[in-house]
Structure formats: structure tokens, C-alpha cells
Nanobody, 121 residues
Framework: VQLQASGGGPVQAGGSLRLSCVVSGRRFSSYTMGWFRQAPAKEREFVAVISRGGGTTSYAESVSGRFTISRDNAKNTVYLQMNSLKPEDTAVYYC???????????????WGQGTQVTVSS
């Protein structure tokens, strides 16, 4: 199973980015997809999760109302639309896939390589 994340980069506070993650080697529509992030010297933290069919989503409180997770099962791709970005959103963002719709990193079994998001004030 491979996950390839892209779309990160530098952005000014208040700006937007859209992350993408393409999955291969697994039946994409059969698994939950999630996004986590890890800032320097901090633990990896939950950002958002979406159910297999895309009908149910959950967000960390810190991003709720600003970020939107979505998926296109025909393209084996999950997205994270990030609006109103803040400097504290700076982190490496990881996509992940698993059987459970969970906020715990341990419940996911495959991870992408991460994409850096840097928000300047």
C-alpha cells in the first residue's frame, strides 16, 4: 500500500492550501481516510477523518470550521482543503488509511510520507 501526499508549501496567514493524497495498492473505497500533522518537537496529532463513503467527517477542534476533508473514490484520492491558515498550522501533514474512523494514530496501518505546510505571519 502506498500513499502519496502533495500540495504543501509556504503560505501567508489567512491564505489557503489544498492537500491531496493518492492511494494505491488497496481498495480505496473500503477504508477510512485521515489526516494528521506533526509540528517540530511535538507529537503527531489528529486533524480530520472521513468515512469510507465520504458521508461522515470529524475534525480536531483547532481546525473545525477552517479545514474540510473530502474524498473521490473514483480517483483513489483524499483531500484536505485548508482555509484561514494560521502560523500554528505549520507542520508536516500526513495522510493515512485504516479500518476504523478514529482520532488515534495507532488505529491506522498505512501512512504517506508527509507534506510540509509552513504558514508565515
Amino acid at each position: 500500500v502506498q500513499l502519496q501526499a502533495s500540495g504543501g508549501g509556504p503560505v501567508q496567514a489567512g491564505g489557503s492550501l489544498r492537500l491531496s493524497c493518492v492511494v494505491s495498492g488497496r481498495r480505496f473505497s473500503s477504508y477510512t481516510m485521515g489526516w494528521f500533522r506533526q509540528a517540530p518537537a511535538k507529537e503527531r496529532e489528529f486533524v480530520a477523518v472521513i468515512s469510507r463513503g465520504g458521508g461522515t467527517t470529524s475534525y480536531a477542534e483547532s481546525v473545525s470550521g477552517r479545514f474540510t476533508i473530502s474524498r473521490d473514490n473514483a480517483k483513489n484520492t483524499v483531500y484536505l482543503q485548508m482555509n484561514s491558515l494560521k502560523p500554528e498550522d505549520t507542520a508536516v501533514y500526513y495522510c493515512t488509511t485504516g479500518a476504523l474512523r478514529s482520532t488515534r494514530a495507532d488505529d491506522y496501518d498505512h501512512w504517506g510520507q508527509g507534506t510540509q505546510v509552513t504558514v508565515s505571519s
